[in-house]
């Protein structure tokens, strides 16, 4: 009889995989979980879609389970005697205008026992057993700088001026709650912060110089920053003719101005001008308004819709090189491995 193989864990490896083949594409707002970040350029780099963080499928999964607390937590709320409505599915969001918004997990009516009648913004997270006892020590606003701002945004625009905060160690199922009050120069500030950079057609200056500074070193911009200095995404929102707008929506010059619907903004165009802060090159004046034209290694190149004197973005990247098939001596398009568009 044959032995059954010794496990090497294909069973799990199979199922990451399957997640990291699903994960979402990025946002196309500016989330108001984010605004607490740091970091400005890091902000404005991901809004821009110019460095997507892809995750591997434990992390994957473990934020599917953060996602399924909630609804736990609700009933938990609910059992508890409180009042608990847009959650899930039918959660509530908030609009601040120029691409800047947020989900809330949930709006608490009434029942909170340190104070009955008022109405609570609830936010849930879940936390490892190191991150729920620096929770615990410190309170939320210093502990979770991020989740502090979110739920300023969160009662800035509901209108509602307390929030519970709602968390769970994953390691023992501990909870933690703390009721935070609503800062309306806090909200205000991050509202214009947000506006401010999604609307900025330049990158902002970094967080920090020192590439081995702590919030640095492991960043997933870190390249862009201090190394390559080049973006390796296309898309509309890495392209030097699409803007951003104050009514939340991207306009492209190449096409008259019109709206680009989201959709599109992932794939981008044919004519996909490389945005000059997002490549190390240097910028030289175009003879016309729909390409760009950089110096590199010596060489003036023309970057935009290829043609007999202007080559693609995904050339000047690296995403598609030439080489001449058998005895064709037409060149022909070449996806190097293991980069993809």
């Known amino acids: 009889m044959a032995e059954i193989p010794e496990s090497i864990h294909t069973v799990a490896a199979k199922i990451d995989e399957w997640h990291e083949e699903h994960q979402e594409g990025p946002r196309p707002h500016m989330g108001a979980s984010l605004l607490g970040h740091p970091c400005d350029r890091w902000l404005w780099l991901t809004f821009r879609w110019a460095v997507v963080e892809k995750f591997n499928g434990r992390m994957l999964r473990l934020f599917r389970r953060g996602q399924?607390?909630?609804e736990l937590i609700v009933s938990d709320l609910r059992a508890a005697g409180m009042e608990v409505h847009s959650t899930g599915a039918?959660?509530?969001r908030v609009d601040f205008g120029a691409h800047v918004s947020g989900s809330?997990?949930?709006i608490i009516e009434k029942g909170v026992p340190e104070a009955p009648a008022k109405r609570h913004v609830?936010?849930?997270?879940?936390h490892s057993l190191k991150?729920?006892?620096?929770?615990?020590d410190k309170g939320v606003r210093e502990a979770k700088p991020q989740h502090w701002c979110q739920m300023q945004l969160y009662m800035h625009g509901t209108g509602i001026d307390r929030a519970l905060y709602f968390a769970v160690c994953k390691d023992d199922d501990q909870i933690y709650t703390e009721r935070v009050r609503y800062d309306e120069e806090a909200a205000k500030a991050l509202v214009e912060r947000g506006r401010r950079?999604?609307?900025c057609e330049r990158m902002p200056e970094p967080l920090s110089t020192d590439s081995t500074w702590y919030q640095c070193r492991f960043c997933p911009a870190h390249s862009v920053c201090f190394e390559s200095k080049l973006t390796k995404e296309i898309n509309c929102r890495t392209c030097?003719?699409?803007t951003p707008t104050e009514d939340s929506t991207w306009l492209c010059a190449r096409y008259g101005n019109e709206e680009i619907p989201v959709d599109a903004q992932r794939e981008g165009c044919d004519g996909h001008v490389l945005h000059p802060d997002l490549v190390p090159w240097k910028w030289l004046p175009s003879d016309d308004g729909l390409t760009a034209m950089y110096e590199i290694d010596g060489e003036v190149v023309k970057n935009g819709l290829p043609g007999a004197t202007v080559h693609s973005s995904k050339e000047l990247l690296g995403?598609?090189?030439?080489e001449v098939d058998g005895d064709d001596e037409s060149p022909v398009p070449r996806v190097e491995a293991g980069v993809s568009a």
């Open 131 to 136: 991150s729920f006892k620096a929770l615990c």
């Open 68 to 70: 399924r607390e909630e």
């Open 319 to 322: 995403l598609i090189g030439w």
């Open 197 to 199: 950079l999604t609307l």
């Open 90 to 92: 039918e959660q509530s």
């Open 122 to 126: 609830l936010e849930c997270k879940t």
């Open 104 to 106: 809330i997990d949930g």
């Open 240 to 242: 030097a003719l699409s």
